[in-house]
């Protein structure tokens, strides 16, 4: 019997710090008490709108709107880009419950697309939709970092007319043919979650070249007619053609995730790189390790992944006790095949709330797919105990 490996305490590797000019500039906040980000003497200095413009101004676009969550940031998106209610939203099956939870929030129906073996939007099911469907709307999820084959989406978008809604909340820093995710569809939606890219603890965001779809998401998230100190922001004539008719949905962003995440943003970059080169050395370790494997991703692709998907070929009883031996190392290991949604990993079966449909490759898949979160502070040797207890819990000793 192979002995097993000792246990591992990632509590001090769990997420980065917030870098020391985010901290004071935290508490410079709590010692003014002025955590909301409007002023009435007109919100000179707001961290949410030096946050906004700073992001517009890294991905090379005209608006950016700063909002509570990303999933909020999504239902604002669909509401500002013109989905109604009862209309149908094209989105891919394999995704996190805030997506469909978006859709419903509006009031639109949800229309689930297969997932392909690199874990992104099958194309073929993308394109059976739009021609049975009717629908025009495509809410592309980029999950877990797997970004599809965007020149073939950005064809079928383009030949169908279709709107094409980014939901970037894995894929900030990630690029395609040197193009920022976040910058090809008609709006596109950020998470500033803690286990994101960077960390505000709670937080979303919306970029667009639409000054439409960025006043009414302005007017929406809730400015209280102050959208003039928004830096990232349209002009006063669009404002004034929604603002009697848009409902202010409360949905903005606070003064203190802004500066925290201002504070990262001068390090995403090097942050980028330390992820790639921690998900580099796992997913050798993992294809190491009979049965099981890593999707291949595109070298088109600039991944800034901030965790790592596998495939186990494995039955269903040797997975979970896999995950047992896992989890009583310390090491968390997540499964999207588990009968029940648990943490951040669930599947379209557990959206109970949606009509029952069935998609061969993502039950497939889903049955089969395992994650692990990688924090960018993972040093190689912890890297290195990690594939021990991963290739340990799976030996089946």
């Known amino acids: 019997m192979v002995k097993a490996p000792e246990p591992l305490d990632f509590s001090q590797t769990a997420v980065d710090s917030i870098p020391p000019d985010g901290v004071e500039a935290i508490a410079e906040i709590l010692r003014s008490g002025n955590l909301f980000r409007y002023g009435e003497t007109g919100g000179i200095g707001s961290n949410v709108a030096k946050l906004e413009q700073q992001f517009a101004q890294m991905h090379g676009k005209r608006y950016a709107i700063a909002v509570n969550s990303g999933g909020c940031a999504i239902f604002l998106a669909l509401v500002a880009a013109g989905v109604t209610p009862g209309e149908t939203v094209m989105m891919n099956a394999f995704t996190l419950a805030p997506v469909p939870g978006a859709i419903e929030h509006c009031g639109a129906e949800v229309i689930l697309l297969d997932t392909g073996d690199d874990l992104a939007i099958d194309l073929e099911s993308l394109q059976h939709a739009v021609k049975t469907t009717g629908s025009r709307v495509l809410l592309l999820s980029y999950m877990r970092g797997h970004i599809p084959d965007m020149d073939e989406i950005l064809k079928i978008v383009e030949d169908n007319n279709l709107v094409l809604i980014e939901d970037c909340a894995h894929v900030l820093g990630a690029k395609w043919k040197g193009h920022a995710m976040g910058t090809l569809g008609s709006v596109s939606c950020f998470s500033l979650q803690t286990y994101k890219q960077v960390n505000g603890g709670e937080g979303g965001m919306i970029l667009t070249d639409d000054a439409d779809i960025a006043a009414r998401s302005i007017l929406m998230s809730g400015s209280y007619m102050l959208y003039g100190q928004h830096l990232a922001g349209p002009d006063e004539e669009v404002f004034s053609k929604w603002a009697a008719i848009t409902p202010n949905y409360s949905m903005r962003l606070n003064e203190m995730s802004a500066a925290a995440v201002l504070s990262q943003l001068p390090i995403l970059q090097q942050r980028i790189e330390k992820w790639n080169s921690i998900h580099d050395r796992i997913a050798g370790g993992i294809s190491s390790i009979e049965g099981l494997e890593v999707p291949n991703v595109s070298r088109m692709i600039q991944p800034a992944p901030t965790s790592i998907q596998f495939i186990a070929q494995h039955t269903i009883s040797e997975i979970t006790s896999a995950i047992s031996t896992a ?43 395992l994650d692990i979160r990688l924090p960018s502070t993972l040093s190689d040797e912890e890297c290195d105990a990690l594939l021990e207890i991963l290739k340990y819990a799976f030996s089946g000793d």
């Open 327 to 369: 989890n009583s190392l310390g090491l968390e290991l997540k499964w999207f095949g588990d009968e029940a949604a648990k943490g951040f990993t669930s599947h379209h079966g557990h959206w109970s709330y949606l009509p029952s449909q069935t998609l061969e490759s993502t039950d497939s898949l889903m049955k089969k797919l």
